[in-house]
């Protein structure tokens, strides 16, 4: 058995522990840990103390680079008509591949992705396979199971909806025999996925006290299980997913542009958020590099300049619509903090929502490590009921639902952004479908969306997107070596 899958498949309790030393550093209590020597693999998994550090691990490794920088921009946002490139014309040309849909089985990217999400599942099932066996508290060992349980469906969501069939694991691999499998049917996987998500939200807490704020919850949960039943286009599980997590006590945050900085993280909108932070004198903690990859270009506490926003997302905004200026940066405006961007550069536009301001960075630390990544909002509970309650013909809740958005989005002035009212479903699921790509423009879901309402073809065809191929990227070339060719090529790859 080659070495590097076994490296690969059997990460023990010590390099958890190195890596969680490595990766802690999220802004909340539960994540702030002070750094400490490597434990022994066989002095661990003994005490509710040792569940804990697990858990905070799994947690921390969710913004790692693989997880948030440049492989889930290529594979999650590169290939939508929302997003391009950016940075100057020379850097990373790699990324155009994804933009036109060029990129072959060897680009690092992908390969980065898979690494990454498998590393976080690897997180999850040793804590699964651990937790259950350490004599501690009954409710919290329960908790901490479902905590596990939430990030490995989302993991697991992230690969299926970008590979299609992936290999299925749920355990640490007990013997060599068990290191190398093959790709499991993406129906299997998503059956995993709810399995997960259903079990998570039966022990999972509706809210925590401020010292763990940032924990999956029951309502992030039910949120995802929603999700994933709208690529399943299980609609009344849609409905009852998202109705009971309107029961829950989130609202919509007033200000949009202000939703998305650093003061209003965890907000009344937020149902998950990768928790991130600036740890004083412990840069290597304070690791996220979302923010910086995508900040503005050429400006001291700006960033890199990838991941732009296109002129065809500029364009798809109504007329005053506020939203547009609260996720679009444009090269020469002013920006809400009193940050001059400068009128000449590499790039037109820049994402906002990732954007920290300049004054917020410190020397010696990533441009923005501070800010959390939004990775489901109250919003899009709302638009993903008003599409379910569309597609099973209750317009009126489909209205009702998808004008809390607009509302506001609206603001005070009832000028702009007037009422959809249509009740024909085919174009109140159109004004759905708009809804969506606006209110969550540039947080990496426009390029899956789109795909799975089937209109792929359509509005990706002019960039190079052909059907039966490009629904799913192609498996990593050097996953399929690693695997002695038991992993096969997804078709037209």
Not at 298 to 305: D, F, K, T, Y
Request: charged share 20%.
């Amino acid at each position: 058995m080659n070495k590097n899958i076994i490296h690969k498949y059997k990460l023990n309790a010590a390099l958890l522990l190195s890596a969680f030393m490595v990766f802690t550093g999220c802004g909340n209590n539960f994540l702030e840990i002070e750094p400490q020597g490597q434990t022994e693999a066989v002095q661990f998994w003994t005490s509710s103390g040792d569940a804990t550090k697990a858990v905070n691990a799994m947690y921390a490794n969710l913004h790692a680079w693989n997880n948030v920088a440049f492989a889930a921009i290529a594979v999650e946002s590169m290939g939508s008509d929302d997003a391009e490139k950016g940075s100057s014309a020379a850097d990373a040309t790699f990324m155009n591949d994804f933009d036109n849909f060029s990129a072959s089985s060897n680009e690092g990217q992908l390969s980065d992705f898979w690494s990454g999400m498998y590393q976080s599942i690897n997180y999850c099932n040793q804590i699964l396979d651990n937790v259950p066996n350490i004599n501690m508290d009954a409710a919290l060992k329960a908790r901490y199971l479902g905590e596990a349980k939430f990030v490995r469906a989302y993991c697991y969501f992230r690969l299926v909806r970008a590979f299609g069939d992936v290999p299925l694991r749920l355990k640490v691999p007990a013997s060599s025999a068990e290191y190398n499998i093959a790709r499991t049917p993406k129906d299997q996987v998503w059956a995993a996925i709810e399995q997960d998500l259903t079990d998570a939200a039966a022990v999972l807490p509706k809210t925590y006290g401020s010292a763990d704020i940032g924990r999956a919850t029951k309502g992030a949960a039910l949120s995802l299980h929603a999700k994933v039943a709208l690529y399943l286009k299980k609609w009344s599980d849609v409905l009852t997913y998202t109705n009971e997590v309107m029961t829950y006590g989130y609202s919509l945050f007033p200000n949009y542009e202000q939703l998305f900085r650093v003061g209003n993280e965890n907000c009344s909108e937020s149902i998950f958020e990768l928790q991130c932070a600036l740890i004083p004198g412990n840069p290597a903690a304070s690791n996220s590099q979302y923010s910086q990859v995508q900040g503005v270009r050429g400006s001291v506490g700006g960033g890199w300049g990838f991941n732009v926003p296109t002129a065809d997302l500029a364009a798809a905004y109504e007329t005053g619509d506020p939203r547009r200026d609260a996720t679009i940066i444009f090269r020469g405006e002013t920006t809400p903090e009193g940050d001059a961007i400068p009128a000449t550069g590499d790039n037109p536009m820049y994402n906002q929502k990732s954007y920290v301001p300049f004054s917020q960075y410190v020397s010696g630390y990533n441009e923005g490590c501070q800010q959390n990544i939004r990775v489901i909002r109250y919003a899009e509970v709302l638009l993903m009921n008003a599409e379910a309650a569309n597609e099973t013909g209750n317009s009126t809740l489909a209205l009702s639902s998808l004008e809390q958005v607009r509302a506001r989005a609206r603001g005070s002035n009832n000028a702009i952004l007037p009422k959809v009212t249509t009740t024909d479903q085919a174009a109140l699921r159109l004004a759905i479908y708009n809804e969506r790509r606006v209110e969550l423009a540039m947080e990496f879901d426009r390029y899956f969306d789109v795909i799975r309402q089937g209109r792929a073809a359509t509005i990706f065809g002019p960039k190079g997107w052909k059907a039966n191929k490009n629904e799913v990227w192609p498996i990593p070339q050097s996953e399929i070596d690693l695997s002695a060719g038991l992993l096969k090529q997804n078709p037209g790859y």
